[in-house]
């Protein structure tokens, strides 16, 4: 009689690759940093011309990082004596900032993932599913994000209007004895 041989159970291990640890930090983070950058880009343009805020420690960024976050989404702060992004105490609620430079990413990211499925691209389904993080993040921090001040596009804003001349110089010589040939 033959023996039979027994198979191990394999156990469910995990993939600890450097490139799948990346991946599953990215996926994530996607969201909350996106979400962080959208909603305070605006108010960090603000804080950072200001030197007393240049001269706070750690401890007091922090605060004020804090009540960006709460002044932004209920319109109270957390520490009355820092920056507040809402003086008047009213949530800051913007339904047009949903459409955004990330909300942009996240649906080239969609398409990357959805064109990649049928031609077989690389990483197409861990970049769909960073895209829609990518993109829950952006349209959540963008609703709370203030209105812009000018009537500008975000990313035309600070680009200068630019007036195009037709500098093009053409001669009327235009037979070269050199190259005789063809195209006397």
């Known amino acids: 009689m033959a023996k039979r041989k027994r198979r191990r159970k394999s156990k469910g291990r995990k993939n600890t690759s450097i490139k799948s640890m990346v991946r599953k930090a990215v996926n994530t983070l996607a969201s909350p940093v996106v979400f962080w950058q959208q909603l305070s880009s605006k108010d960090y343009e603000v804080l950072n011309a200001d030197p007393s805020y240049r001269g706070l420690d750690y401890m007091g960024k922090l605060q004020v990082?804090?009540?960006i976050l709460t002044g932004s989404l209920t319109g109270r702060v957390l520490f009355p004596n820092h920056y507040n992004p809402s003086?008047?105490?009213s949530p800051r609620i913007n339904p047009a900032g949903?459409?955004?430079t990330y909300t942009g990413v996240g649906i080239?990211?969609?398409l990357?993932?959805?064109i990649g499925k049928s031609m077989k691209l690389?990483?197409?389904s861990s970049i769909g599913s960073i895209s829609k993080k990518v993109i829950f993040g952006s349209a959540v921090g963008?609703?709370?994000d203030p209105p812009s001040t000018?009537?500008?596009n975000q990313s035309t804003r600070g680009v200068s209007p630019v007036m195009a001349r037709n500098r093009a110089v053409t001669s009327m010589n235009v037979y070269d004895q050199s190259t005789s040939g063809a195209f006397r």
Do not use: Q
């Open 65 to 67: 990082a804090s009540n």
């Open 87 to 89: 003086p008047n105490g």
């Open 98 to 100: 949903v459409i955004n």
């Open 108 to 110: 080239a990211g969609l």
């Open 112 to 114: 990357y993932s959805k």
């Open 122 to 124: 690389p990483e197409a």
């Open 142 to 144: 963008g609703f709370f």
């Open 150 to 152: 000018s009537g500008l």
